[in-house]
T-cell receptor
Framework: GAGVSQSPRYKVAKRGQDVALRCDPI?????LFWYQQALGQGPEFLTY????????KSGLPSDRFFAERPEGSVSTLKIQRTQQEDSAVYLC?????????????FGEGSRLTVL | KQEVTQIPAALSVPEGENLVLNCSFT??????LQWFRQDPGKGLTSLLL?????REQTSGRLNASLDKSSGRSTLYIAASQPGDSATYLC???????????FGTGTRLKVLA
């Protein structure tokens, strides 16, 4: 999606490994969302940032999940000691800046497969 | 609990048919509602956004309506084409929240 770059696009991890997924929005976006999409399901909210502040992390499934956005731009979602149930597509989204309708735009996602 | 439901889960139609996808939500106090398209292995593409004060939005062959009082939105696709085959997702931002809650989607297949 235009305006949001995610990497890696594909990640295969052995169970127990730590992974880091990156979201790089075009500059100027205050708000940033992370979603998790399991196969055949709709995206599920994980966490929300305004600038560097993580205002809502209620969707993070466990304390193995951690997200940060230290400079209010690039965000990283880290998953420690990955489990098979963590296999999913992780999506980053930003709202449209102008005219500020709140329309949400998504990146292409990072597909995580835990073996 | 604020929930979003989409019916049907899957739909297969012959090319040229007009079709309606349904989205229902449990709380009429919404900020806006957004329809997305998702192709296999891809991210979400925004189709239409309806603000709480609006009744419908149109883009090309797509028309989305919103009835807050009944907690429903419909996505109407006119003269369907094989290229319309994808999963269509409805997402609602309820009032007082930042996040969008998604339905599970409708998988559409348009047969040539």
């Amino acid at each position: 999606g235009a305006g949001v770059s995610q990497s890696p696009r594909y990640k295969v991890a052995k169970r127990g490994q730590d992974v880091a997924l990156r979201c790089d929005p075009i500059s100027g976006h205050v708000s940033l969302f992370w979603y998790q999409q399991a196969l055949g399901q709709g995206p599920e909210f994980l966490t929300y940032f305004q600038n560097e502040a993580q205002l809502d992390k209620s969707g993070l499934p466990s304390d193995r999940f951690f997200a940060e956005r230290p400079e209010g731009s690039v965000s990283t979602l880290k998953i420690q000691r990955t489990q098979q149930e963590d296999s999913a597509v992780y999506l980053c989204a930003i709202p449209q800046l102008s005219p500020g309708t709140g329309e949400l735009f998504f990146g292409e996602g990072s597909r995580l497969t835990v073996l | 609990k604020q929930e979003v439901t989409q019916i049907p889960a899957a739909l297969s139609v012959p090319e040229g048919e007009n079709l309606v996808l349904n989205c229902s939500f449990t709380d009429s106090a919404i900020y806006n509602l957004q329809w997305f398209r998702q192709d296999p292995g891809k991210g979400l593409t925004s189709l239409l956004l309806i603000q709480s004060s609006q009744r419908e939005q149109t883009s090309g062959r797509l028309n989305a309506s919103l009835d807050k009082s009944s907690g429903r939105s419909t996505l109407y696709i006119a003269a369907s084409q094989p290229g319309d085959s994808a999963t269509y997702l409805c997402a609602v931002r309820f009032s007082g929240t930042y996040k969008y809650i998604f339905g599970t989607g409708t998988r559409l297949k348009v047969l040539a």
